[in-house]
């Protein structure tokens, strides 16, 4: 059975500093991997997608890279800024034949970057 | 495009009514989906279509029932709330095939009393 885990659970810093978040899965049979960003009481807006056939994506100032192998995934933010302070979560699309698109996610960091 | 809309944003019922979550997209995806989301668990999966007619189960469908009479709507219908079914909940849609980037409504808050 597939499972995510996303760690920290939360972190905070300053403004400025870069940072890497970090979503691990137990199963590297994986069709691509996901990010979003939740802001507290609303909905998950997409930041990156990657395919199981890629190494990484970039948005502006962030960088997702994955490493099925070892079944890692990490969400680089560089310059990070307040409004950057949201919940990040990763999000696994299961392999086969017909994808179904069905996503198992992690639970979450929740970032807080510091004026 | 209005993407992936829900509606109501948010909902109190009483122990035993039952009710219906609408979600519609107009970005003719193929897959759409329902989670519900809850502290400590993260996001889980109810139930999904991955077409107009056709429906299946998730991780935690009990309780709940879901059609697809067309591509633009799957509504979940909560047939007997429970104290349990306190959550967020969301509809999602993609396109099928590799590059499925999903997208997510709003939300529903749903509080059952």
């Known amino acids: 059975k597939q499972e995510v885990t996303q760690i920290p659970a939360a972190l905070s810093v300053p403004e400025g500093e870069n940072l890497v978040l970090n979503c691990s899965f137990t199963?590297?049979?994986?069709?691509?991997l996901q990010w979003f960003r939740q802001d507290p009481g609303k909905g998950l807006t997409s930041l990156l997608l990657?395919?199981?056939?890629?190494r990484e994506q970039t948005s502006g100032r962030l960088n997702a890279s994955l490493d099925k192998s070892s079944g890692r995934s990490t969400l680089y933010i560089a310059a990070s800024q307040p409004g950057d302070s949201a919940t990040y979560l990763c999000?696994?699309?299961?392999?086969?034949?017909?994808?179904?698109?069905?996503?198992?996610f992690g639970q979450g960091t929740t970032l807080q970057v510091k004026p | 495009n209005a993407g992936v809309t829900q509606t109501p944003k948010f909902q109190v019922l009483k122990t035993g009514q039952s009710m219906t979550l609408q979600c519609a997209q107009d970005?003719?995806?193929?897959?759409m989906s329902w989670y519900r989301q809850d502290p400590g668990m993260g996001l889980r999966l109810i139930h999904y279509?991955?077409?107009?007619?056709?429906?299946d189960q998730g991780e935690v469908p009990n309780g709940y029932n879901v059609s697809r009479s067309t591509t633009e709507d799957f509504p979940l219908r909560l047939l007997s709330a429970a104290p349990s079914q306190t959550s967020v909940y969301f509809c999602?849609?993609?396109?099928?095939?590799?590059?499925?980037?999903?997208?997510f409504g709003p939300g529903t808050r749903l509080t059952v009393t």
């Open positions: 999000a696994v699309g299961r392999s086969g034949s017909s994808n179904t698109g069905k996503l198992i």
């Open positions: 199963d590297s049979a994986i069709y691509n």
């Open positions: 990657i395919q199981s056939s890629q």
């Open positions: 279509s991955v077409g107009a007619g056709i429906t």
């Open positions: 970005m003719n995806h193929e897959y």
């Open positions: 999602a849609s993609s396109y099928m095939g590799q590059v499925n980037e999903q997208y």
